[in-house]
Structure formats: C-alpha cells, structure tokens
C-alpha cells in the first residue's frame, strides 16, 4: 500500500499537508484531480479499475432500496479560557486552536419501508444528555416526528482535547469552571446543521460493509483487568486489542461519496499538557482522507464531494500509546497524525473489498433505564442468581485516571486504595449491605448517587439504543466500553438477530455518558476502567440484558416503551467562568498589528511564525470560519491556501497585561509547496467596553516561499 502523503514532520512533531492553491472557491477543484488520482492509488483501485467498477456499480444501484445522506459542519466551540474535557486536569485550560473539531451526519432511509436512522459523528469527548436532549428539540421543531430518540444516533470520538462545559451534570463541569453556553450552543448549532445537510442530501445510493483488521495502531492499558475473562473472551482477542476495523461504504453512480469506519482506540494521541484545542487521531484520519485526498473545502458551506467518519466502538481499553506511557507535547502531534492516518489507511484500503452489498431494511429501537435500580435476571449475571445494580459511585481507582494516558489526581492508584478500601469496607459497606452486594470491592471516593439527592452529579436514567442498517447492527452504549465486555453484548445481539458477531458492533460514547462498562471479572481488578464503572459489578450483565430486549424487539417487529428519560436539568446548570469585559490593543499599537514579523525567504519544511496584537478569540467562535489565512499571491491576487482548520497551521492565544491579546499564527510550510509569494492574515472580534465586538484583522508583510 502506497502512500499518499509523503511529506515529513517538522522538528517538533507537527506534521503538514500540501497548501491548496487558488481561491476558496476554487480551492477544491484545484486539489480534486492529483488528489483523486492519489487516493485510488492508496486504496489499490486504478482510474481503469475505476470506471470499469462504476459501470458495475451503477446498474446494481438501479435497484437500490437505500436513500443516503451526508453532512459535516464545523463544530468547534471556545478555544481560550476554558477547561478542556477529558482528562479531568483543572491546569489544562485552552490557549488557542490547532484542528477544528466537526460534526459528520449520515441519513440512512429504506426507500420501502420509509424507515431511516440519522448518525452523527462528533469530535467531542462525549455526548452529554444535555446535547442529546437540545438536538432532539431542535430536530422536532424542524421535522416533527421523523427524527426521534429511537432514530437518532449521536456518538463522540473522545478526542480529550476539545472544550468542555457542555453538560448539566455537575461532575464534568468541575474543570471548566462550570457550563459554557457558547460552547454548548457551538456543538449543538454543528450537528443540527450536519444533520440537516445529510437530511437535504438524501439520494439514492448503494451500502457496502466491508471488515478488516488494523494492528499496531492501540495497545490493551489495563492488561492485569483483561487477564480475569474467562477464555471465551479472552481467546477471541489473542493479543488483548479488537483489531476488527470496518467501514461502510456509500456509493452513488459507481462512485465513493462517503464511508463511516469503526475501529476501537482512545482519542489520547494529544497529551494532557497540551493546550491546543484538537480532534485528535481519529478527527486527523477524517480530515485527512476529506480534505488532503479528496480536496474538500470546509468554507466553502457546502457538502463535500466526499464525507468520511471515523467512529469510536468498545474503546474502553484501548490506548493509542503503544508504550503504554502518557503522551508528551509537542511530541504528541506527530503520535496523532500517525495514528489517524493508521486508521485512514485501513479504511481506505477496503474500499477495493468485494464486501458485502447491503439488503434489508432499516430499524431502530431505543429505551431508557434507570441503571440505579435494575433487576437483572441469572440468564445475564453468570452465576445463575438474580442481582441488582446500584445508585452510582466514584472508585479511588478512578480518580487516579489511566496512568497509560494521562494520571488524574495524585495519591490515587490504580487497583488496591488501602485507605479507601478500608473506609468503604468498614463504614460505607456496613451502613448498606445492598451497596456492598453491587459495588465491593470498589473503594468509593465519592457516593454520587446520594450527592444526585442534592444536586444532579451524574445521570442515572440512561439510554441504550439498537440500530440496523442492513446487516450491520450498532448497539449505541452511553460510555466506554471495554473490548470484552463489547463481546459480550455483540454476541447477545447477534445471537437474538441471527446476525454474525463482526456485523454486530458497539457504538459507544452514544446518546449521553455513564463512564465505562466493564465485565465483571474485570470490575474486580478495580483498575481505571472498574473504579469508573459507576453502578457496580452487575452494570455490564444489566446493559447485556436491555440490549438482548432490544434485538428481541427489534426481530419479532415489536416497540417498546420509551421508559425513565432522564429529566430535563438545564434549569440547574452552574458558570463561574469570568466573562470577558473588554478588549484592548498592547501600548502604542493598534488591534491587527504585526508585533513579530516573517522573514524575507522561506523553504518548505521551515515554520513560519508571526505575531499579531489580537483581541480574546472567545469574543465570536468563528464557527464555520477561521480566525486565520495563509494566502498565495497569483495572478495577482491573494488567494487563501490554509486556514485554521489546517494540519499545517496553529493559532495560540495568550493574555499580555490585563486586557491585551498576543495572538501568535504559524505555519509550517510543507514539502511540495509552490514557490511563490505568501502571506499571514489574521481574523478576529475585539470587545469593546459597551456594545457589541467590532470586527478586526490584521496582515503581515509578503514573504517568498522557494521549493
């Protein structure tokens, strides 16, 4: 397999792609042809092989039972002076934006029976009940009842390295200094507006699951817990990863417009010291394949040509830090970009893959559940006895955090907590023996479910959701799973449905967020993954049984009841973030000074850096635009090669003096690049002490690039 993307990283790791001459508008057909040409060769299908296919393709297309949408729309919310979400560390606040994070939304109808389910794949942490419950109501307003809880799929990527704040529940705003509305409304705003441009795209197209396997690219980091399965779990994972990597693949006319991939491995390529907000591996392997090998212009405010996903599974313990040590900055950025482009690479390279051509209809059932309070029947516990799940609880392992990915907070370990341990054995488990019964042997650093009594910390009543699109099924899990408990739960699925295991996949980080989900072998290791299984050892055999009621359901033709939705707590939400109160340019300067500026001469493979007297860049999120421009003179004119939402460049922000901004943009220009005459332009919004932000900008001196 060839590569499509020969240029090297630049010494401190960040690697580049090649700048897109020409203007916006034109941007995209100025990349399509090598850049066509160059993704067919990586995937192993020459433009010969190519049409030969497409006059294939497109009469088996005449009789298509599928309309297929697509959509991706910007999605990224505040890049300064907010906590980022993920790794729990109060000290990583936001300095400025590396890759913009996007919402990709796919609507998959059967054109017989009118049934369709709507996907969207977002660069996010998670998908909190708070935006799970915003785009539903937004999606009703505009579409009545097309669009429902049972339909609707929304599932994260889990980079850690985007903003946070989106939640109503008090636990992951502990960081954030509360809830960010601007962040919040940035993140709802991208997925309504992709799932709109997939609604509006719907056209007849053709379904192809292919399944391949991806190694080298994510490591088991909780070793000593996975041991514990039992060997039918363990057997069907010989070196403790899930190297499954599918991809379906959506045709129209013989040709690829889109593909979503699964494939399990943690969005921990950026390190805990990083501050740039980033989408991390799997953001990186869709950016790549849309836009450095299709050509895609994101601001252009239209639907790419092509549109890829890169989508989480059972993740839980997976880590993309093959050494099993955290990540460094500046280092880290060269880790992402190999991993995405790991992962693109074995996507891409199953588009040449007979597969399996989709038939069958579209379904989808979806119930809520009160994981406090479920009965769970022998048939799932494993012991042949009936056991109940437990009102949530934080283990002393949790709060140590992954120590392969990024440590939480110090004097917690991983496994034994002899302090808390004890505490829990001789106070809390004595009070409630129910508790002990559901819980032990996890040390409880924190009884979240009586703090719910008080204040909502964490959700209780939780969505499990099934979808079929074809022969594929997704089982959308609101948390992390682990890859054996994943098994678990396809092979119960698999087993209602008559499906084959590989069709059957968990979708996790869907729909809202209950940490993870662990078997219950590994629950009693009480590593990470078992200190943040919140309801206790029988919370994997309670999902196991929902998720069998739903592929019941789902084969026999029967709805089930909605159930316990979580209420609705936006009324209850906290924000201690200071709000910005004014704008104003360092000493003797005006707002869109150059304070650094660029040399004369440059070569591809240097960086170039210049320095801009700035405003606070939360002001206006640009959403859906840039706060940057690297432009190219031709014929001319000035025509924009790059933006923010490039590899190749960075925005940093920083405070100077109490209400000045130093706004730093570089590049790095990359191998290929057209020699030429380029220069810097910067985009921002600075407060003034009343009124409205104003608009300001700023452009550096021209400076030569030479090959």
């Known amino acids: 397999?060839?590569?499509?993307?020969?240029?090297?990283?630049?010494?401190?790791?960040?690697?580049?792609?090649?700048?897109?001459?020409?203007?916006?508008?034109?941007?995209?057909?100025?990349?399509?042809?090598?850049?066509?040409?160059?993704?067919?060769?990586?995937?192993?299908?020459?433009?010969?092989?190519?049409?030969?296919?497409?006059?294939?393709?497109?009469?088996?297309?005449?009789?298509?039972?599928?309309?297929?949408?697509?959509?991706?729309?910007?999605?990224?919310?505040?890049?300064?002076?907010?906590?980022?979400?993920?790794?729990?560390?109060?000290?990583?606040?936001?300095?400025?934006?590396?890759?913009?994070?996007?919402?990709?939304?796919?609507?998959?109808?059967?054109?017989?029976?009118?049934?369709?389910?709507?996907?969207?794949?977002?660069?996010?942490?998670?998908?909190?009940?708070?935006?799970?419950?915003?785009?539903?109501?937004?999606?009703?307003?505009?579409?009545?009842?097309?669009?429902?809880?049972?339909?609707?799929?929304?599932?994260?990527?889990?980079?850690?390295?985007?903003?946070?704040?989106?939640?109503?529940?008090?636990?992951?705003?502990?960081?954030?200094?509360?809830?960010?509305?601007?962040?919040?409304?940035?993140?709802?705003?991208?997925?309504?507006?992709?799932?709109?441009?997939?609604?509006?795209?719907?056209?007849?197209?053709?379904?192809?699951?292919?399944?391949?396997?991806?190694?080298?690219?994510?490591?088991?980091?909780?070793?000593?817990?996975?041991?514990?399965?039992?060997?039918?779990?363990?057997?069907?994972?010989?070196?403790?990863?899930?190297?499954?990597?599918?991809?379906?693949?959506?045709?129209?006319?013989?040709?690829?417009?889109?593909?979503?991939?699964?494939?399990?491995?943690?969005?921990?390529?950026?390190?805990?010291?990083?501050?740039?907000?980033?989408?991390?591996?799997?953001?990186?392997?869709?950016?790549?394949?849309?836009?450095?090998?299709?050509?895609?212009?994101?601001?252009?405010?239209?639907?790419?040509?092509?549109?890829?996903?890169?989508?989480?599974?059972?993740?839980?313990?997976?880590?993309?830090?093959?050494?099993?040590?955290?990540?460094?900055?500046?280092?880290?950025?060269?880790?992402?970009?190999?991993?995405?482009?790991?992962?693109?690479?074995?996507?891409?390279?199953?588009?040449?893959?007979?597969?399996?051509?989709?038939?069958?209809?579209?379904?989808?059932?979806?119930?809520?559940?009160?994981?406090?309070?479920?009965?769970?029947?022998?048939?799932?516990?494993?012991?042949?006895?009936?056991?109940?799940?437990?009102?949530?609880?934080?283990?002393?392992?949790?709060?140590?955090?992954?120590l392969e990915d990024g440590p939480a907070f110090p004097g917690f370990e991983e496994g034994e907590n002899p302090l808390w341990d004890k505490i829990s054995d001789s106070i809390i488990y004595e009070a409630s023996p129910e508790l002990r019964e559901a819980q032990a042997p996890k040390g409880i650093v924190a009884p979240v479910g009586e703090m719910n009594r008080i204040y909502p910390w964490v959700q209780e009543q939780v969505p499990v959701q099934l979808v079929r699109i074809g022969q594929l099924y997704l089982i959308g899990v609101p948390g992390e799973v682990t890859v054996c408990a994943g098994l678990r739960l396809r092979r119960t699925v698999a087993e209602a449905v008559g499906a084959e295991v590989k069709d059957v996949l968990v979708a996790g980080y869907a729909n809202s967020y209950f940490h993870y989900l662990t078997t219950p072998d590994e629950y009693d290791s009480q590593q990470y993954e078992g200190g943040s299984t919140l309801f206790g050892r029988w919370q994997l055999p309670a999902i196991q049984q929902t998720a069998a009621q739903l592929a019941r359901a789902m084969r026999d033709g029967k709805d089930l009841p909605l159930g316990p939705v979580a209420p609705d707590i936006s009324g209850k939400t906290i924000s201690l973030q200071p709000p910005i109160v004014l704008d104003a340019p360092p000493l003797s300067h005006e707002f869109g000074d150059v304070l650094t500026a660029p040399r004369a001469n440059y070569r591809a493979g240097e960086r170039v850096t210049v320095v801009f007297a700035g405003a606070h860049p939360g002001n206006v999120l640009h959403r859906g635009g840039t706060y940057l421009r690297v432009e190219a003179r031709k014929d001319g004119e000035w025509r924009t090669v790059a933006d923010d939402g490039d590899w190749s460049t960075a925005f940093r922000w920083e405070r100077y003096g109490v209400a000045a901004s130093k706004v730093t943009v570089t590049w790095d220009i990359p191998e290929g690049t057209a020699s030429g005459e380029y220069r810097i332009t910067y985009e921002g919004d600075a407060k003034p002490v009343a009124g409205d932000p104003k608009a300001i900008s700023g452009t550096s001196s021209g400076f030569t690039v030479s090959g």
């Open 1 to 402: 397999m060839s590569s499509t993307h020969p240029h090297t990283p630049q010494s401190d790791g960040q690697p580049e792609h090649d700048p897109a001459p020409g203007p916006r508008s034109s941007r995209r057909t100025v990349l399509r042809a090598g850049a066509a040409l160059t993704g067919l060769g990586l995937a192993g299908i020459t433009p010969g092989a190519q049409a030969s296919q497409s006059q294939n393709t497109v009469q088996a297309a005449a009789g298509s039972g599928y309309l297929v949408g697509r959509g991706v729309v910007d999605a990224t919310g505040e890049i300064a002076e907010v906590g980022m979400m993920g790794y729990g560390r109060v000290d990583q606040q936001a300095q400025g934006l590396h890759t913009r994070l996007r919402a990709r939304a796919f609507v998959f109808a059967d054109q017989e029976t009118r049934q369709r389910v709507l996907l969207v794949v977002v660069d996010t942490a998670m998908i909190f009940e708070s935006v799970h419950q915003a785009v539903l109501s937004r999606l009703g307003e505009k579409y009545g009842d097309l669009y429902t809880h049972r339909n609707v799929m929304l599932t994260a990527t889990h980079t850690h390295c985007g903003p946070g704040g989106s939640s109503h529940h008090l636990l992951y705003d502990l960081t954030t200094l509360g809830f960010h509305k601007k962040t919040f409304e940035a993140m709802t705003d991208g997925i309504v507006e992709a799932a709109t441009r997939a609604h509006e795209d719907a056209a007849p197209s053709e379904l192809t699951l292919t399944h391949g396997e991806l190694t080298g690219t994510s490591a088991n980091r909780s070793r000593e817990a996975f041991e514990r399965n039992p060997s039918d779990l363990r057997g069907h994972f010989p070196d403790g990863i899930d190297p499954q990597s599918t991809l379906l693949r959506i045709e129209r006319d013989g040709q690829a417009v889109g593909a979503v991939n699964w494939f399990a491995v943690h969005g921990t390529s950026m390190s805990g010291d990083n501050k740039l907000i980033s989408a991390d591996n799997k953001g990186y392997a869709a950016y790549h394949w849309e836009r450095e090998v299709e050509g895609a212009d994101y601001l252009d405010g239209t639907t790419p040509d092509f549109v890829s996903a890169f989508a989480q599974t059972n993740a839980g313990d997976m880590s993309p830090n093959l050494d099993l040590k955290p990540p460094t900055t500046p280092a880290d950025f060269g880790h992402t970009r190999e991993c995405g482009l790991r992962q693109y690479k074995a996507a891409a390279g199953q588009l040449d893959q007979r597969g399996t051509k989709m038939s069958g209809g579209v379904d989808s059932r979806l119930v809520y559940i009160d994981l406090s309070d479920v009965t769970v029947e022998p048939e799932f516990t494993g012991d042949g006895k009936q056991h109940k799940t437990a009102k949530p609880a934080i283990g002393a392992s949790m709060a140590a955090g992954s």
